[in-house]
């Protein structure tokens, strides 16, 4: 039995790249400034410039992205967060700790995005914002998003699309908030947790930086109350030395995709036995590459006997958790979102996979479904 196929070869991701790494981690050693400072200032300049934005705010994760940026718009109790099920926990958790309440609205079949007309008619004057996701590194639609959301203020969760574009632009910029993560095993992660909000908005990234340190402005005078939202300079410097090479990674990603909507697309077997999302926009970065089927658990035990790892990103929808039973969802109120948690798999398509590896990805998934 040969060895099994890595679901994502960090490993040899940072072997390429082991010799900058250890002079980062001695720059940071011997500067004795560990949180925040030169390090933290100097990666948020580069992504900004990266990201073609006016700001950047590194914050400690993806998580705590939102969590800033959600505190700095003053979303609160009384406040009602529409957003897609369908989603890592996260976008939906921070709504309900700042005592806000989430309302959850169904996502388009297709590419398993919010759905712009599910927002609109569930929009209601206690609407503060709407958050739309970029599952699986493809940008939601951020324009209809826009559109659908009014008044509300327009937040995206981008900790998966990190280098994403959305018709033709790189992702940053479009909406007032983006949130990036730099978990590890997102476009670009760090060696640790790590997190970041791009704006064009000068007095929402000012508000940003001080909730990042409770708020305070200056030091030890609160207006407000923030929390400890501090990037560390280790992961900056890390980051610093991973941001020059995230475009190539996602161009392997992609690549690595084309294969299989070829391979797999060609097979022509039924849809119920194998779907391939649709893709919106060309700016997609395969943070994930998802299929769909009837015949999910078995296809990925049979994977699995194949030495192919695969994972289920997710397998039970926010509005049906038992933390969210008080919003009083039904099984069936949200009813794409469900099938969908019965049906994808995630194979992998991470940057570092080999020909022969994807092949044999491609291989023993035609060989089980058909
Ligand atoms: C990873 C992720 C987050 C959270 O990021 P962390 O850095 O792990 O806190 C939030 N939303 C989505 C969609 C994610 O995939």
């Not at 959301?149 to 990190?162: I, K, N, T």
């Amino acid at each position: 039995m040969t060895d099994s196929v890595p679901f994502l070869d960090l490993a040899t991701q940072h072997a390429a790249l082991e010799t900058e790494l250890r002079a980062a981690f001695d720059r940071v050693l011997s500067s004795g400034a560990f949180i925040l400072g030169p390090e933290v200032n100097a990666f948020e300049e580069e992504v900004a410039r990266y990201l073609g934005v006016a700001h950047a705010v590194g914050v400690s994760s993806g998580t705590d992205a939102l969590l800033v940026a959600l505190m700095a718009l003053g979303v609160g109790p009384g406040d009602e967060v529409i957003t897609t099920p369908f989603t890592f926990f996260a976008t939906a958790g921070v709504v309900h700790r700042l005592g806000a309440r989430p309302v959850f609205v169904d996502i388009r079949p297709g590419t398993f995005e919010l759905d712009p007309a599910a927002v609109a008619a569930a929009r209601t004057e206690r609407t503060k914002a709407v958050i739309g996701v970029d599952l699986f590194g493809q940008p939601c639609d951020l324009d209809a998003l826009r559109e659908a959301a009014g008044p509300a203020v327009l937040v995206e969760d981008a900790a998966q699309s990190f280098g994403a574009s959305y018709r033709g632009k790189t992702i940053g910029g479009h909406v007032p908030a983006v949130c990036f993560s730099f978990f590890p095993a997102k476009n670009l992660g760090g060696l640790g947790d790590g997190g970041l909000v791009s704006t064009d908005d000068a007095e929402l990234a000012t508000r940003m930086r001080r909730v990042r340190v409770h708020g305070a402005h200056p030091k030890y005078f609160h207006a407000m109350v923030g929390g400890n939202f501090r990037l560390d300079a280790l992961q900056a410097a890390f980051l610093r030395v991973k941001l020059p090479h995230v475009d190539t990674w996602i161009a392997a990603r992609r690549a690595n995709a084309a294969y299989y909507d070829e391979r797999l697309g060609a097979a022509g077997l039924a849809p119920e036995r194998l779907g391939l999302p649709e893709r919106a926009d060309p700016g997609h970065t395969y943070n994930q590459y998802v299929i769909r089927t009837n015949r999910r658990d078995a296809l990925r035990d049979a994977l699995a006997e194949a030495g192919v790892p695969t994972a289920i990103y997710y397998p039970k929808p926010l509005h049906l958790q038992e933390c969210f039973a008080y919003l009083g969802y039904e099984p069936g109120s949200l009813p794409i979102a469900e099938r969908a948690c019965d049906e994808v798999l995630a194979i992998p398509v991470g940057p570092e996979l080999t020909e022969a590896n994807r092949d044999r990805v491609a291989t023993a998934i035609l060989t089980t479904l058909t």
